[in-house]
Nanobody, 115 residues
Framework: QLQLVESGGGLVQPGGSLRLSCAAS????????MGWYRQAPGKQREMVAT???????NYADSVRGRFTISRDNAKNTLWLQMDSVKPEDTAVYFC?????????WGQGTQVTVSS
C-alpha cells in the first residue's frame, strides 16, 4: 500500500521561505495527479496546489504566485516551495494522491509563520 511521508515543516518568519517534501513508498510516475492540502486550526482542509502527469498545475488563489509545486518521478518525491509566506499560511500541510479506488494521505507536517 502506498505511503506518503511529509517533511520540511517548521517555524518561519513572515516573508521567508520553506520547502516541503513528500516521499512516496512506491513509484509515482504512473500517478496522474498529486497535491498539497492544508488545514489550519478550526478550519476545513483546503487544496493548496496540484500537479498532474503532464505537468499542468493548479493553485489556490491565496498562494498563486508565492508557492510552487513540483514532482520528481525518478525520486518518487513531491515538493512544495513556499516563498513570501504569510501568517495565514500557518497550518498542517498534507501530501496526497489518488487512484480509482481511494485517496492516499500523508500524516502532515506543521508550518508556522510567525515573527
Amino acid at each position: 500500500q502506498l505511503q506518503l511521508v511529509e517533511s520540511g515543516g517548521g517555524l518561519v518568519q513572515p516573508g521567508g521561505s520553506l520547502r516541503l517534501s513528500c516521499a512516496a513508498s512506491e513509484n509515482i510516475a504512473g500517478r496522474y495527479g498529486m497535491g498539497w492540502y492544508r488545514q489550519a486550526p478550526g478550519k476545513q482542509r483546503e487544496m493548496v496546489a496540484t500537479v498532474f502527469g503532464g505537468g499542468n498545475t493548479n493553485y489556490a488563489d491565496s498562494v498563486r504566485g508565492r508557492f510552487t509545486i513540483s514532482r520528481d518521478n525518478a525520486k518518487n518525491t513531491l515538493w512544495l516551495q513556499m516563498d513570501s509566506v504569510k501568517p495565514e499560511d500557518t497550518a498542517v500541510y498534507f501530501c496526497m494522491t489518488w487512484d480509482s479506488t481511494r485517496d492516499y494521505w500523508g500524516q502532515g507536517t506543521q508550518v508556522t509563520v510567525s515573527s
